[in-house]
């Protein structure tokens, strides 16, 4: 099924699911299952250290940009660009039983809901 979103809600989703602690049978159908995702967080993170080479300055080996620096609005824009782009992902949606019977908070379910299909 096509889904369409944009980039923080692959953010969001991405970040929900390295956060769940599953059962590994359950963690294997929901990875498999946000797949297309990978490709899209993995675009967005190469864009981000970007611009965080082009806006930020070297501190103790490390590039940042600090929310203080001049660079800071112009960084932060661009970002929000990213965040903003629409995306289009071929996800196969799983059944929410796939879950099984785990505890999981609304809040936890929120970000990745349209990997499910009722």
């Given at each position: 099924m096509e889904i369409k979103l944009k980039m923080r809600d692959v953010l969001a989703a991405y970040t929900t699911l390295q956060n769940l602690d599953l059962p590994a049978p359950i963690a294997l159908k929901i990875m498999r299952a946000a797949r297309p995702l990978e490709a899209e967080f993995a675009a967005y993170e190469q864009q981000r250290l970007r611009l965080v080479n082009k806006y930020g300055q070297k501190s103790g080996g490390q590039v940042m940009v600090a929310q203080d620096s001049e660079q800071w609005p112009r960084f932060a824009a661009e970002i929000q660009q990213l965040l903003d782009?629409?995306?289009?992902?071929?996800?196969?949606?799983?059944?929410?039983?796939?879950?099984?019977?785990?505890?999981?908070?609304?809040?936890?379910?929120?970000?990745?809901?349209?990997?499910?299909?009722?």
């Open positions: 782009v629409d995306i289009t992902v071929e996800i196969e949606p799983l059944p929410i039983e796939a879950l099984g019977p785990i505890r999981i908070t609304p809040a936890a379910l929120g970000p990745i809901l349209f990997l499910f299909a009722d």
